[in-house]
């Protein structure tokens, strides 16, 4: 397994998601990136080449060590200094509120406990930070929503534990943000069962005496 995931594994992330229209996808939701950005789950690094031109410097957390080693070409190729950290996106070393963005692509449906991984996110955000988002997820329609439940399990073996059916609006909800604005259509240019995808932009739900639905922001 360690082969397929640090070598192989990376190599197919690459060719499936550097496509075209996903290529697209990336540089319309990072237009949007500001101040100090935080990205979850680099890979190969992708996301690089769409942020917009102010952007000078990003720290990124990375579980896989074949994704970095993929993406040091890319990094260091780049204008965009990259402060890279191998860890699990779970539990995340940075102060509460140190970050105006963070950036999921295709992440939140590979992170094991996603919902501690949200919640950290949450934390690491300033009061007024925003979570940009491209994700794929469950899809509404009855007959690909089956198979996307049925096949989840096998899937899972050959793609290092990414699930064809989360459900992104609701796992973004529930964990303290307010979605301000969400595209959700299918790319064909995706795999069949994980071409549903979100795109958007979530803000920490707080109200106006500054108290966020998980406490003192
Ligand atoms: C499908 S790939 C997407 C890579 C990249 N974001 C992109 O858009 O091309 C998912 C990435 O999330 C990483 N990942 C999975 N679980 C993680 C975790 N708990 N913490 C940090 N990264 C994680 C994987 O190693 C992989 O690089």
């Known amino acids: 397994m360690g082969i397929y995931r640090n070598y192989i594994y990376p190599s197919i992330i690459e060719a499936l998601l550097s496509r075209p229209s996903v290529m697209a996808q990336r540089k319309d939701l990072l237009r949007h990136a500001r101040g100090e950005i935080l990205e979850i789950g680099f890979g190969t690094g992708l996301n690089l080449s769409c942020y917009p031109e ?13 994704m970095n080693q993929k993406a040091a070409k890319r990094v260091a190729q780049s204008n965009i200094q990259v402060d890279c950290r191998l860890l699990n996106a779970e539990s995340l070393p940075f102060e509460d509120g140190s970050f105006d963005t963070v950036v999921s692509a295709f992440t ?8 501690k991984a949200l919640r950290e996110i949450y934390r690491v955000l300033k009061p007024d930070g925003q979570l940009l988002f491209l994700e794929h997820g469950l899809s509404p329609h009855k007959g690909e929503c089956f198979f996307q439940n049925v096949l989840n399990p096998v899937y899972r073996i050959f793609s290092d534990g990414c699930h064809l059916n989360r459900d992104v609006e609701d796992m973004i909800k529930r964990n303290g943000f307010n979605i301000t604005w969400m595209e959700q259509f299918y790319d064909r240019q ?28």
């Open 190 to 217: 995706m795999i069949k069962l994980a071409d549903y995808l979100s795109k958007g932009m979530a803000l920490k739900n707080v109200n106006k005496w500054g108290i966020g639905q998980r406490g003192i922001t």
């Open 108 to 115: 939140f449906c590979s992170i094991k406990e996603v919902d």
């Open 54 to 66: 102010g952007v000078k410097r990003i720290t990124i957390v990375e579980s896989n060590q074949g």
